[in-house]
């Protein structure tokens, strides 16, 4: 499995790393600071041979994506596990996710996840994974009192190995 995600501004990733490390002191579950695994926002997660598959329509996305400006608003849960935070859907965020499906959809030999196609994603950071009930609800109790909406602006895109995460290559937008 490999991944297409954004990454953002130093004040945007020095937040959402005090959001990951607030939780993962909080409830315990360290999964996110002992995998490593950086602020980011997958747009789109592909099954695929080898990562030299991908890296044509990678390096084919450079000078066609730009930078941006997206603000994230609220918090949330995807059941039974992830507690993320998430921005508005903006035209911005949709271009972009049409845009790498677009590119990625052309490789015969992949299979991108319907949860990451146009129309059904839900853009989000995860701040806290693998958690059970108990701390799911210690990091909805403890984000009640520090999350407040931020305006961040996505300055890269990374393509990415996941299990353990490891970037593979990026593009300075």
């Known amino acids: 499995m490999y991944l297409i995600s954004l990454y953002f501004d130093e004040k945007t990733n020095s937040i959402l790393?005090?959001?990951i490390d607030k939780i993962s002191k909080v409830t315990g579950n360290t999964f996110m600071t002992d995998h490593e695994v950086p602020p980011h926002m997958t747009l789109s997660a592909i099954e695929a041979r080898s990562v030299e598959v991908l890296m044509p329509s990678f390096e084919a996305l450079k000078g066609r994506l730009t930078r941006g400006q997206i603000q994230f608003v609220s918090?949330?849960?995807?059941?039974?596990?992830?507690?993320?935070?998430?921005?508005?859907?903006?035209?911005y965020l949709t271009e972009l996710s049409k845009t790498v499906y677009d590119e990625y959809s052309k490789i015969p030999e992949t299979a991108i996840s319907r949860y990451y196609r146009p129309g059904s994603w839900l853009p989000h950071v995860t701040i806290?994974?693998?958690?059970?009930?108990?701390?799911?609800?210690?990091?909805?109790?403890?984000?009640?009192?520090?999350?407040?909406?931020?305006?961040s602006e996505v300055t890269r895109i990374g393509l990415s190995r996941v299990n353990p995460h490891?970037?593979?290559?990026?593009?300075?937008?």
């Open 17 to 19: 790393q005090r959001y």
């Open 75 to 91: 918090t949330g849960q995807l059941h039974p596990y992830v507690f993320y935070i998430t921005p508005v859907l903006n035209d």
């Open 128 to 151: 806290g994974k693998t958690l059970n009930k108990e701390q799911m609800l210690k990091s909805l109790e403890i984000m009640q009192d520090e999350f407040s909406p931020f305006v």
């Open 166 to 173: 490891k970037d593979v290559s990026s593009i300075i937008l």
